[in-house]
């Protein structure tokens, strides 16, 4: 993982889990703001109206991390918590996880509760999509069609994702770049040229958050 990046949902994911008849249904999803988080957990509560609770938790990337959870009303410490510590345990940001419990009849005590929150948590976190998110400086080089296979190799090589290619009387050809890798790159690029190309040499440059599938990047 590099310094940069954390992780999040690209696809929501629950999970069911029953103790002793009660139902404890979980919801990953992703909620980049104090707002949607609100927003999210009010639409769970009137999904499940007639539930005996709907506790949460979630990260956000901003705000220094923001971190937040609600025991809504079960014992403090037996849900939220729990619930928190699994987004935590992924390095989840801008998630949120809402287990909301049909209460069986039967106390579960402090230690079942932490259990079954947990596991409900989990089992969202694992039928969740998860994906790295990167930074990345997109930088477009409009070059020669014969420094094209070179260019693609020297990305290859570093493990550097090109983005769609444009072929027109030059070709234009975005880079990806995290932080770690552009010094080093810029170096290669000028010496693998004789400096004909340079970090100068860049017709345009943008920064955006981006995740890694079938070796593409696919742009938040």
Do not use: W
Not at 153 to 163: H, K, S, V
């Amino acid at each position: 993982m590099d310094s940069n990046s954390y992780f999040t949902v690209i696809k929501a994911g629950e999970g069911l889990t029953e103790v002793k008849k009660s139902k404890f249904i979980a919801k990953l999803i992703k909620a980049a703001s104090e707002e949607e988080a609100a927003a999210a957990l009010k639409d769970t509560k009137k999904k499940y109206y007639d539930a005996s609770h709907s506790c949460s938790a979630y990260i956000l990337k901003g705000d220094g991390g923001l971190r937040h959870s609600s025991d809504d009303g079960e014992p403090s410490g037996t849900a939220g918590k729990p619930i928190l510590d699994v987004l935590s345990g992924a390095n989840l940001m801008d998630a949120m996880i809402i287990v909301t419990r049909y209460f069986g009849g039967t106390l579960l005590g402090t230690g079942g509760l932490v259990r079954a929150y947990t596991e409900a948590a989990k089992a969202a976190l694992f039928n969740a999509k998860i994906k790295e998110v990167k930074t990345g400086s997109i930088v477009t080089f409009n070059i020669d069609y014969t420094l094209l296979a070179r260019i693609q190799r020297l990305c290859d090589n570093a493990g550097i994702l090109i983005g769609d290619i444009v072929y027109g009387e030059k070709v234009e050809i975005p880079v990806i770049l995290t932080v770690e890798k552009e010094s080093v790159f810029y170096k290669n690029l000028t010496e693998m040229t004789g400096g004909s190309l340079t970090e100068e040499s860049a017709v345009r440059k943008e920064v955006k958050d981006y995740y890694e599938e079938n070796n593409r990047a696919i742009f938040l």
